[in-house]
T-cell receptor
Framework: QKEVEQNSGPLSVPEGAIASLNCTYSDRVSQSFFWYRQYSGKSPELIMSIYSNGDKEDGRFTAQLNKASQYVSLLIRDSQPSDSATYLCAVRRAAGNKLTFGGGTRVLVKP | DTAVSQTPKYLVTQMGNDKSIKCEQNLGHDTMYWYKQDSKKFLKIMFSYNNKELIINETVPNRFSPKSPDKAHLNLHINSLELGDSAVYFC??????????????FGEGSRLTVL
């Protein structure tokens, strides 16, 4: 079992719709959770972080965390073609600096 | 000014050769990382240095040798290159705490192709 798992996609959504991305993790002591966006041929960039159970909203992005189910998700509202990218889920244990990444979900927003 | 810069951006080389990738950050961070991203997009940590001290050393062949001359620089040398080494290698940096709110800042990546 991989430490962090994501559906590779592609997740195809029409412009203006909601894109829903899921991520599960295996290590119960994980404490910090991140979503990075990576455009094709570019480097990953942080878009959201979440540490407590529940929802966290930032603009059109909402991260949701359920530690009991070891599940973290990302919602992108009013999806735009510029949101087309690979979204990487990353998890960190309570101690140490190591971020473990999932394989990413490719999102395609069609006009 | 580029925050995390890597050179070279592209390397094409033959099996068995040795190559190096250099990384520099001007963010004032004291922790730097090497990540490998394969063709399936998995981003896997290889090494991390904090103030020139190796703090993370994942299961990586000893053909890979990192070196940090100071906290702003982290280099990666690869001996006896193999086909499976073909990937994009990302350098990243962060503040040493990397606790709540911390993030990784990535360089643009160095795409290595071994023929």
């Amino acid at each position: 079992q991989k430490e962090v798992e994501q559906n590779s996609g592609p997740l195809s959504v029409p412009e203006g719709a909601i894109a829903s991305l899921n991520c599960t993790y295996s290590d119960r002591v994980s404490q910090s959770f991140f979503w990075y966006r990576q455009y094709s041929g570019k480097s990953p960039e942080l878009i959201m972080s979440i540490y407590s159970n529940g929802d966290k909203e930032d603009g059109r992005f909402t991260a949701q965390l359920n530690k009991a189910s070891q599940y973290v998700s990302l919602l992108i509202r009013d999806s735009q073609p510029s949101d087309s990218a690979t979204y990487l889920c990353a998890v960190r244990r309570a101690a140490g600096n190591k971020l473990t990444f999932g394989g990413g979900t490719r999102v395609l927003v069609k006009p | 000014d580029t925050a995390v810069s890597q050179t070279p951006k592209y390397l094409v080389t033959q099996m068995g050769n040795d190559k190096s990738i250099k990384c520099e950050q001007n963010l004032g961070h004291d922790t730097m990382y090497w990540y490998k991203q394969d063709s399936k997009k998995f981003l896997k940590i290889m090494f991390s240095y904090n103030n020139k001290e190796l703090i993370i050393n994942e299961t990586v062949p000893n053909r890979f040798s990192p070196k940090s001359p100071d906290k702003a620089h982290l280099n990666l040398h690869i001996n006896s290159l193999e086909l499976g080494d073909s990937a994009v290698y990302f350098c990243a940096s962060s503040s040493s705490a990397l606790v709540r709110g911390g993030e990784l800042f990535f360089g643009e990546g160095s795409r290595l192709t071994v023929l």
